[in-house]
């Protein structure tokens, strides 16, 4: 008897920037097996290259600038995309928003971050500055979800990067990134498939 076809879990990348984790993500969905796909990358900057990457890629992209804005309403906004993509998850790649709780609370447990540190270390920004400041022999990157308290959910990944003697937050940025996107879409195939048949519609 054939093997059913899994399911693959819709996935909304929100993004502030360039992108690259978004990227290693996507290429990372186009592998044999990969358990989940890109239904839209959304962004907050409408000129955020993220966006020309994800078009030239044939992904679906919702932009709208949260100048102006109150961050509920903004937050809807990206939310209502999300939906209309038919997405089972949201990725934050790099989207430099603090989103609404009640927006967190309903998709708990759907929505993952990557953070430039080992967790529950620096949470925050300048997250390799400090941890050479505070003399620490590595810094690193890893991948948590997403509760009320900034970078504060539980870690399903980490990575250790060396800090080597005149270590710089720019060199060490550099080698961190290389690990942000291996480990990145691994976590996210683990967690989706840990949840596959379990996703609701919210």
């Given at each position: 008897m ?7 879990a819709?996935v ?6 360039r992108?690259?984790?978004m ?36 992904i679906?992209?919702?932009a ?9 309403d ?26 609404t709780p009640a927006?967190?609370?309903r ?5 993952l971050n990557?953070?430039p ?18 003399g ?17 959910g539980?870690?399903?990944g ?23 996107h ?10 989706v ?10």
């Amino acid at each position: 008897m054939p093997e059913t076809a899994l399911q693959r879990a819709r996935v909304a990348v929100f993004v502030s920037g360039r992108g690259s984790n978004m990227a290693a993500l996507l290429y990372a969905s186009r592998l044999d097996g990969a358990p989940y796909e890109i239904a839209l990358v959304a962004s907050n900057d409408p000129d955020a290259e993220a966006l020309a990457l994800a078009e030239a890629e044939g992904i679906a992209t919702f932009a709208l600038s949260h100048k102006g804005m109150a961050r509920e309403d903004h937050d809807a906004a990206m939310e209502d995309a999300a939906r209309k993509a038919g997405a089972d998850h949201i990725a934050l790649a790099g989207y430099m928003r603090i989103l609404t709780p009640a927006f967190v609370r309903r998709w708990k447990g759907r929505m993952l971050n990557i953070h430039p540190s080992l967790l529950p270390k620096y949470t925050g920004l300048d997250t390799h500055a400090r941890a050479i400041a505070a003399g620490d022999t590595h810094g690193g990157v890893s991948v948590h979800l997403v509760t009320e308290e900034l970078d504060a959910g539980e870690v399903l990944g980490r990575i250790a990067i060396a800090i080597r003697p005149g270590e710089t937050a720019e060199s060490l940025a550099e080698r961190v990134r290389i690990a942000e996107h291996q480990l990145y879409p691994r976590i996210l195939a683990e967690h989706v498939l840990r949840h596959a048949g379990t996703c609701a519609t919210v």
